[in-house]
C-alpha cells in the first residue's frame, strides 16, 4: 500500500513568517493530495487539495505544489497569522484509500 | 446545515463489551469512510463505502465491522473491544471517490 512521510512534526514560526510542510508519498499511482487543518477538539477540515494533473494550487495565502517525479508534495502558509496555529495533515489517495501523514504541529507566534 | 454527525462523542467501556459508534450525513454523499487517530500516527483509514452496500476494508480494519444500509448512515462496530482499539474515531464522508471528505467532530473512546 501507500506510504505517506510528513515533515516537520512541529513547526514553530513568528506571526506574519512563512511555513512550509512537506510530505513524500510511495505509490505513483496516487492521484489526489488533500491537506487538512485540525483544530483542538474538532474534525480535520480541508484547506486545499491538488490534483495529479496539477503542479500549483493557490488559495489566497495558502499555496501546494506537487512534484510527481521525486513523489513529494508541499504546503505553504504565508503571511502566518496566530489563528493557523493548529495541525496539518497531507493525504495521498488512490484505489479508493486515502493514506494520511503523521501531522504537523503548527505554532504561530504572536 | 450540511454535516456529519457522530455519536456519541465520548465513550468509556470495558473489554469484550460490543458497541457501536453512529455516524449520519446529510449531503447526499456516496463515499464515506472511518478513521482511527492515534498520537504520531496520523488518520488510519478503517474501512469504507462507496455506495448503499458496499464496503471494503481500509489499513487497519481487524476487529471492527461497518455497514452501509442507507445512504445516510455508517456505523462501526466493536463487537469485542480490546484496550489497543482505545483511540479517537473519525467518520467521513464525500461526494464520490477521491473527493473532498468532511469530517464529523469525533469519538473518543476508552476500552479499559
Known amino acids: 500500500g501507500e506510504n505517506v512521510e510528513q515533515h516537520p512534526s512541529t513547526l514553530s514560526v513568528q506571526e506574519g513568517d512563512s511555513a512550509v510542510i512537506k510530505c513524500t508519498y510511495s505509490?505513483?499511482?496516487?492521484?489526489?493530495f488533500p491537506w487538512y487543518k485540525q483544530e483542538l477538539g474538532k474534525g480535520p477540515q480541508l484547506i486545499i487539495d491538488?490534483?495529479?494533473?496539477?503542479g500549483e494550487k493557490k488559495d489566497q495565502r495558502i499555496a501546494v505544489t506537487l512534484n510527481k517525479t521525486a513523489k513529494h508534495f508541499s504546503l505553504h502558509i504565508t503571511e502566518t497569522q496566530p489563528e493557523d496555529s493548529a495541525v496539518y495533515f497531507c493525504a495521498a489517495y488512490n484505489f479508493n484509500k486515502f493514506y494520511f501523514g503523521s501531522g504537523t504541529k503548527l505554532n504561530v507566534k504572536p | 446545515e450540511a454535516q456529519v454527525t457522530q455519536n456519541p462523542r465520548y465513550l468509556i467501556t470495558v473489554t469484550g463489551k460490543k458497541l457501536t459508534v453512529t455516524c449520519s450525513q446529510n449531503?447526499?454523499?456516496?463515499?464515506m469512510s472511518w478513521y482511527r487517530q492515534d498520537p504520531g500516527l496520523g488518520l488510519r483509514q478503517i474501512y469504507y463505502?462507496?455506495?448503499?452496500?458496499?464496503?471494503d476494508k481500509g489499513d487497519v480494519p481487524e476487529g471492527y465491522k461497518v455497514s452501509r444500509k442507507e445512504k445516510r448512515n455508517f456505523p462501526l462496530i466493536l463487537e469485542s473491544p480490546s484496550p489497543n482499539q482505545t483511540s479517537l474515531y473519525f467518520c467521513?464522508?464525500?461526494?464520490?471517490?477521491?473527493?473532498?471528505?468532511?469530517f464529523g467532530a469525533g469519538t473518543r473512546l476508552s476500552v479499559l
Open positions: 491538488i490534483r495529479s494533473n496539477v
Open positions: 505509490d505513483s499511482a496516487s492521484n489526489y
Open positions: 467521513a464522508s464525500s461526494l464520490s471517490m477521491g473527493n473532498i471528505q468532511y
Open positions: 463505502s462507496m455506495n448503499v452496500e458496499v464496503t
Open positions: 449531503m447526499n454523499h456516496e463515499y
